[in-house]
């Protein structure tokens, strides 16, 4: 029995590797995981220029990964186009285009609206000076006519007055 419980414990503290509980897992999937404030501090106060030199090393071990990483992530990007006909970087410029396009185009059909919009005020105001000059015409043959009646009623009211017998006519 001493045996299985030795087994037993050991089965249960004992972490197998390539378990996330496994601190080399846990290093490659965290790569804060092997960091050490107090072992930082300690080489710090005890030789600070091997403390600035190993922060460094380990600053720039830290940026060529997160580089690496972003260069894989933007290769996967870029494979998007070979795989499934997408590619975002195409479409992106193709939808700038498309908006140039569209911009360009409302311009041109705004300048012809306005262009056939003056031409419309044209007419219309060629329009309304002929009905104007129109208008003044028939206020001068109305007043002609008028004096020309008012001619005409002073004669033939003189002439009924003569017939009639009034005196002084």
């Given amino acids: 029995m001493s045996n299985e419980s030795k087994t037993e414990t050991k089965s249960k503290t ?6 996330p509980g496994n601190p080399d897992v846990a ?4 790569p804060f995981a092997a960091f050490d404030p107090m072992a930082m501090w300690t080489t710090a106060l005890q ?12 600053f720039q071990n830290q940026m060529s990964a ?17 795989a499934s006909g997408v590619n975002p970087f195409g479409a992106w410029t193709a939808s700038q285009a498309q908006f140039q396009k569209m911009f360009a185009d409302s311009y041109v059909r705004a300048q012809a609206w306005s262009d056939e919009y003056a031409a ?31 001619a005409q009623a002073r004669k033939l009211s ?11 006519a």
């Fill in 14 to 19: 004992e972490t197998p590797k390539g378990t």
């Fill in 47 to 58: 030789n600070p220029v091997a403390a600035w030199t190993s922060a460094q090393t380990a």
């Fill in 120 to 150: 419309q005020e044209a007419q219309m105001v060629t329009r309304a000076h002929a009905r104007l000059a129109t208008w003044a015409q028939l206020a001068h043959d109305t007043i002609n006519y008028t004096s020309q009646l008012s």
């Fill in 66 to 82: 997160a580089q690496s990483a972003f260069q894989n992530a933007l290769g996967a990007m870029s494979s998007w186009s070979n």
């Fill in 158 to 168: 003189a002439e009924a007055a003569r017939k009639a017998g009034f005196a002084g």
């Fill in 27 to 30: 290093a490659a999937q965290n």
